[in-house]
T-cell receptor
Framework: QKEVEQNSGPLSVPEGAIASLNCTYS??????FFWYRQYSGKSPELIMF????GDKEDGRFTAQLNKASQYVSLLIRDSQPSDSATYLC?????????FGTGTRLQVFP | EAGVAQSPRYKIIEKRQSVAFWCNPI?????LYWYQQILGQGPKLLIQ????????DSQLPKDRFSAERLKGVDSTLKIQPAKLEDSAVYLC??????????????FGPGTRLTVL
């Protein structure tokens, strides 16, 4: 079983829609969860982190965490073509990050 | 504030050759990481340094990979000899600390290695 799982996509959404990206993890002891955005040919860029159950909002982005279900998600409201990228979920495990394979998001005009 | 610097940005070598990558972390960052990102996959941690000591190198193929962080600042990652499957982007990242709940890592631009 992979430690951090994501659907590789691509997830295609129209401009202005809500994009929903999901991630599950296997280690119940994980405490910190991160979402990175990676444009093609570029390095990952941190966009959100969440530590507590519930929702955390930052602009158009909302991270949701459910530790009981070992599930973390990222919602992008009012999606823009510039949001087209790969979104990597990362889970902290004994002071190191374990990354998923990423979900490729395509936002079309 | 300057970001994480890496060089070279691109490298093409033939199998069995050696290669070295360099990383300069953000000033004052105690923790430095080297990741390998194969196309279509997420980054995989190779080695983690806390100052100039190794914290975790459990996924570093030690028969061919080596890394050092002299004086707790810059770091080099070496592959000798390279194999075809080493073709990947090698990412360096740094973090201000190694705390358990605030592990924000800042990535450098990466070095894209192609092994022919």
């Amino acid at each position: 079983q992979k430690e951090v799982e994501q659907n590789s996509g691509p997830l295609s959404v129209p401009e202005g829609a809500i994009a929903s990206l999901n991630c599950t993890y296997s280690d119940r002891g994980s405490q910190s969860f991160f979402w990175y955005r990676q444009y093609s040919g570029k390095s990952p860029e941190l966009i959100m982190f969440i530590y507590s159950n519930g929702d955390k909002e930052d602009g158009r982005f909302t991270a949701q965490l459910n530790k009981a279900s070992q599930y973390v998600s990222l919602l992008i409201r009012d999606s823009q073509p510039s949001d087209s990228a790969t979104y990597l979920c990362a889970v902290e495990n004994t002071d190191k990050l374990i990354f998923g394979t990423g979900t490729r998001l395509q936002v079309f005009p | 504030e300057a970001g994480v610097a890496q060089s070279p940005r691109y490298k093409i070598i033939e199998k069995r050759q050696s290669v070295a990558f360099w990383c300069n972390p953000i000033s004052g960052h105690a923790t430095l990481y080297w990741y390998q990102q194969i196309l279509g996959q997420g980054p995989k941690l190779l080695i983690q340094f806390q100052n100039n000591g190794v914290v975790d190198d459990s996924q570093l193929p030690k028969d061919r990979f080596s890394a050092e962080r002299l004086k707790g600042v810059d770091s080099t990652l070496k592959i000798q000899p390279a194999k075809l499957e080493d073709s990947a982007v090698y990412l360096c990242a740094s973090s201000p600390w190694a705390g358990t709940l605030a592990n924000e890592q800042f990535f450098g631009p990466g070095t894209r290695l192609t092994v022919l």
